[in-house]
């Protein structure tokens, strides 16, 4: 079964760091593109950040270019996103999900279950 995992997320203070781990079981990454999503209540999900299948080309949303930096280590099956210089407006619940053939994808085949990022005093 093809399954992605989240983990790292959790309450941290302004101008904290957190890093949210994507773990996959069932299939390997080593061909996937994988994006990092957010959703915040109320609020319509967004996309924060993408890697390519070899790490080579990164993409991130404006609201996170400078603070936010994707990464992956295909010998561990994982992709990590290291969130820097965290603010408010960053709590969300952060979904990873891969695509075998879609860099960026919108609508990627394969989704994690998420975990929730609380930034706060």
């Known amino acids: 079964q093809l399954q992605l995992v989240e983990s790292g997320g959790g309450l941290v203070q302004p101008g904290g760091s957190l890093r949210l781990s994507c773990a996959a079981s069932g299939f390997t990454l080593d061909y996937y593109k994988i994006s990092w999503f957010r959703q915040a209540p109320g609020k319509e999900r967004e996309g924060v950040s993408c890697?390519?299948?070899?790490?080579?080309?990164?993409n991130y949303a404006d609201s996170v270019k400078g603070r936010f930096t994707i990464s992956r280590d295909n010998a561990k099956n994982t992709v990590y996103l290291q969130m820097n210089n965290l603010k408010p407006e960053d709590t969300a619940i952060y979904y990873c999900a891969a695509d075998r053939y879609a860099y960026c994808s919108e609508k990627p085949t394969h989704w994690g279950q998420g975990t929730q990022v609380t930034v706060s005093s």
């Open positions: 890697i390519s299948s070899s790490g080579g080309i990164t």
